[in-house]
């Protein structure tokens, strides 16, 4: 094995005072926490090489074959956005490159010395004691921990280091006594399959001491890296949007590694291609990165194998057709057409009842794999077939096999004919098989209207749980015209996550998270295992951006035909990208407030661009200075542009009204202006679109009249509330004469499955889920944690609970509506510092109720409380200790009675 020469690449920041304990600067603004690493540069003096025979230690070389002379991305929290390598290609290794902490913290200050100089080349930190140190690296990387000491003393367990992606050890196994891999190095080595892992936060834990202080002289990443460049751009008027597209983008670099896209970043049993996670990272990868290359071998790897989803099976066939519009690579499309048809043909076959397996983390999708063929998981599967169908269809026409366009087409057509046979189909949709149906062009205008009246006007509503699937709900907003409802949605959904702190994208997350849990402070499992905080599936908001904000949208394969049409709604005032394609990046910009516009279309592409009105009238258009558009489409006469470049006429121009859609399937619809309601059909509410741009670069002046409303943001209000009452902390297990007057189940409370209960007359069931997780911590106590056995709160007790490793269900079903108090007990009985988040949703259609509470410190037990009205749902997710439990539910009168 090569020597790995270390070449230090660290992150310069200059300490603030000491604040308590922690060390560091701390600023912030209002679109979301500073990162703290926009400066990435060698650091000075010598560097000492580390030779290892190590197998376990990939045998990467330092970051090498490029240079920082990039542009400066403040919005970025990639360290490396200016590294720009000089021909990156998916066959390269991975490289390294090393981050030292921008902050330090510890509980027992009087056992360390020297902490500000962990950031700085010279670290010289001296314990003096036992505790523990906490390093924030600033970033999630893609990374293993170490540390240098030439003196720490060799004491069996003396030390021990850690890792997580928030600020506190994320679980057990990520924590062991570190390996010595040289003289003075120490790495932590973890018992998984994986040396790296996604890590923001470190510890050196010292648990024992001598009395003979050592030296902590270097504490920093090893982070693993793809090489692969920013080619696209994003910004506008929003400084969180901007910052989305490049977090997005970030997610999926980290994921990328040396034969394939990676799904996540801890070492879980899924750390593995996931063919429908791919869809969303690949989309993403072509958008920010023009890498044609990684998806190509990605799609290769994972043709084969859709993960026994059959969604996935159909995810990747629209992940190949993206490949084809981005890269114009027939060979590769044509070779996979007998795989393709294999799958479609599987596809039919389940449409009228299929085994789904997955479709999402949201509840109203079954709970991940827990319910997952739940009515709307199904139909969202039977829209997810006609929309996959109808766009392989058009890429077969455009490869000259109009057999299979035929035959395809007219499968989509048939299945959607079968959703309409069913006139209540609009009526039972939730949002995910609500968006699948406009994306693939299923309701009529009049069905969308419906739609968008029932399932996304609230914007909870909105909001997945996974945003995986929050892309798709986005994709068809943007087809509908509801621009800024959609932005708005995005915001609360990715720029959420920001706001808490994430430097990359989670796997779930959930608004109100934000107002319960600390910045960077866990988050809530789900039902899968614990939820990694960088998945690159969650990538979505930066294809979105760029194809529907920005609006670059291939039209032809290779971008060949490009539409360039910009959604700014109320919300945005400018917008600016690059988009790679295989000729050259297209490049554009729109000022709606200055009334300016940049356009570069490179050699071989021809653009339709659209100048959206914005609820104004546009009364001129200058193109290189010449007049082409004075407020009608006559008289003006063919003019030539700039370069060569001949621009359509304003007789060949096309005047767009607002909603109105001209295809099916393939293409988002492009509808300007951000009306909520119906759009008029004068032109206050119109776009302007040139056809047939040939190559060139354009600037465009554009003369407005009239003023683009403000857009209020819709507050977030919860479809048929309860009312979510305090905790309550003091009762404890002695629940007679509280709680229970209509009714109470006590969980388990006789044995495994063995519940005492006494059911109210107007509920028909209790259920909990998954499967049969019960404990009895102890039988016949007199501990007045444990629940009492009867509302006299007489006698000796049993401490039982239901649990499971990360989330549990309970599903109260009634007989008909009737108000009622609920409360349900848990108990962190066995003192594991257990936390965990309960929520509640409406049954049947699982939409949330109220927004999530964060239960802690419940050593004594505590009773979370709400006023129902209707069958509910409660949920329990683990955030700290060792898995999520509840003892009890209890019935009572409503306040509201």
């Known amino acids: 094995m090569l020597p790995v020469v270390k070449i230090c690449l660290a992150i310069q920041l200059c300490l603030a005072a000491t604040v308590g304990t922690c060390l560091a600067a701390d600023d912030s603004d209002a679109s979301g926490p500073a990162i703290r690493t926009s400066l990435i540069m060698p650091l000075p003096g010598p560097h000492t090489p580390v030779t290892t025979t190590d197998p376990n230690v990939p045998p990467y070389q330092p970051l090498h074959g490029g240079a920082f002379d990039g542009p400066a991305v403040p919005f970025s929290p990639d360290p490396l956005v200016r590294y720009v390598w000089r021909d990156p290609q998916a066959t390269n290794d991975l490289q390294y490159y090393l981050l030292r902490p921008v902050k330090v913290f510890t509980e027992e200050p009087g056992a360390f010395d020297g902490l500000k100089s962990a950031s700085r080349h010279h670290c010289d930190i001296t314990v003096r004691g036992t505790g523990s140190l906490r390093f924030d690296f600033g970033v999630e990387s893609a990374a293993w921990m170490e540390f240098d000491s030439p003196d720490m003393p060799d004491v069996p367990g003396g030390v021990q280091m850690g890792v997580s992606e928030f600020n506190a050890p994320a679980w057990e196994r990520c924590i062991a006594t570190p390996t010595r891999i040289s003289s003075h190095t120490y790495c932590l080595k973890l018992k998984g399959r994986f040396d790296y892992n996604g890590v923001r936060f470190g510890w050196i834990y010292v648990r024992s001491f001598d009395g003979r202080p050592w030296h902590i002289t270097n504490v920093r990443l090893m982070c693993q890296i793809k090489p692969t460049d920013y080619k696209g751009s994003f910004s506008c008027s929003d400084p969180m949007l901007t910052k989305m597209w490049y977090t997005g983008a970030y997610t999926v670099k980290l994921n990328l590694l040396k ?423 004068g032109s206050k509410n119109d776009g302007v679109y040139f056809t047939g741009v040939a190559p060139g670069n354009y600037t465009f002046d554009i003369r407005y009249r009239g003023t683009t409303p403000a857009y209020a943001p819709q507050p977030l209000v919860y479809p048929d509330p309860v009312n979510a009452l305090a905790q309550d902390d003091t009762t404890s297990g002695n629940w007679g004469g509280v709680y229970g007057k209509d009714g109470y189940v006590l969980l388990d409370y006789d044995g495994a499955g063995k519940n005492r209960e006494n059911l109210p007359s107007y509920v028909e069931s209790v259920t909990c889920r998954p499967g049969t997780n019960t404990t009895q911590w102890a039988q016949d106590v007199s501990d007045a944690r444990a629940l009492a056995s009867n509302d006299g709160n007489e006698g000796t007790r049993n401490a039982a609970t239901f649990y499971n490793r990360c989330s549990l269900l309970v599903d109260i079903k009634l007989k008909e509506p009737h108000p009622f108090r609920l409360a349900a007990y848990a108990v962190d009985f066995d003192h594991q510092n257990r936390q965990e988040t309960a929520d509640i949703y409406n049954l049947p259609d699982l939409t949330r109720a109220a927004p999530t509470q964060l239960v802690r410190e419940f050593q004594k037990g505590k009773y979370v409380i709400f006023d129902c009205q209707d069958s509910v749902r409660l949920r329990f997710d683990d955030v700290r200790g060792s898995n999520a439990v509840v003892s009890g539910i209890f019935f009572d009168p409503s306040s509201e009675r």
């Open 259 to 681: 034969n394939l896209i990676g799904a996540i970043l801890m070492d879980r049993g899924d750390r593995v291609p996931w063919t429908g996670d791919d869809h969303i990272a690949q989309g993403a990868a072509l958008t920010a990165f023009g890498d044609w290359g990684d998806v190509a071998q990605n799609l290769d790897i994972t043709a084969k194998n859709y993960n026994r989803i059959p969604s996935y099976a159909l995810y990747w066939v629209l992940s190949l057709v993206d490949y084809y519009h981005y890269t114009g690579d027939r060979a590769l499309l044509t070779q996979y057409i007998p795989n393709v048809q294999d799958k479609l043909a599987d596809g039919e076959k389940w449409f009228p009842n299929c085994n789904i397996r997955f479709y999402g983390w949201d509840d109203r999708l079954g709970s991940g794999f827990m319910d997952a063929n739940c009515d709307e998981a199904r139909e969202a599967y039977r829209m997810l077939f006609i929309e996959t169908c109808r766009q392989f269809a058009q890429a077969m026409g455009t490869v000259g096999r109009t057999d299979l366009e035929n035959q395809y087409e007219q499968t989509a057509d048939r299945c959607a004919q079968l959703v309409q046979d069913q006139p209540d189909w609009v009526n039972r949709a939730a949002i995910f098989s609500a968006a699948d149906a406009i994306n693939a062009g299923v309701p009529t205008d009049e069905q969308q209207d419906v739609l968008y009246r029932r399932v996304f006007a609230n914007p909870i509503e909105r909001i997945s749980l996974s945003s995986f699937n929050e892309f798709f709900i986005l994709k068809a907003m943007g087809r509908m015209g509801w621009t800024d409802q959609a932005l708005q949605t995005a915001l609360e959904d990715w720029g959420g996550q920001i706001q808490y702190g994430g430097t990359t994208f989670f796997e779930c997350y959930w608004p109100s998270w934000n107002a319960i849990i600390p910045q960077n402070g866990p988050i809530p499992s789900m039902q899968g295992g614990v939820t990694s905080l960088c998945h690159p599936w969650s990538a979505g908001c930066t294809t979105w951006l760029t194809r529907y904000v920005a609006g670059i949208e291939p039209t032809g394969p290779g971008f060949a035909t490009v539409d360039i049409t910009p959604h700014l709604g109320r919300l945005l005032t400018w917008v600016a990208a690059d988009a790679p394609t295989p000729h050259g990046n297209i490049h554009w910009s729109f000022d709606a407030t200055r009334g300016r516009a940049n356009l570069v279309v490179p050699d071989g592409v021809t653009a339709r661009l659209g100048i959206p009105a914005l609820d104004r009238t546009i009364e001129a258009i200058r193109i290189n200075g010449r007049m082409e558009w004075n407020g009608s489409d006559q008289g003006l006469p063919a003019v030539e542009g700039a370069g060569n470049a001949v621009i359509s006429t304003t007789r060949s121009l096309t005047i767009l009204r607002m909603g109105g859609r001209s295809w099916r399937g393939m293409r988002m619809t492009f509808s300007f202006g951000a009306n909520p309601g119906k759009a008029s059909s």
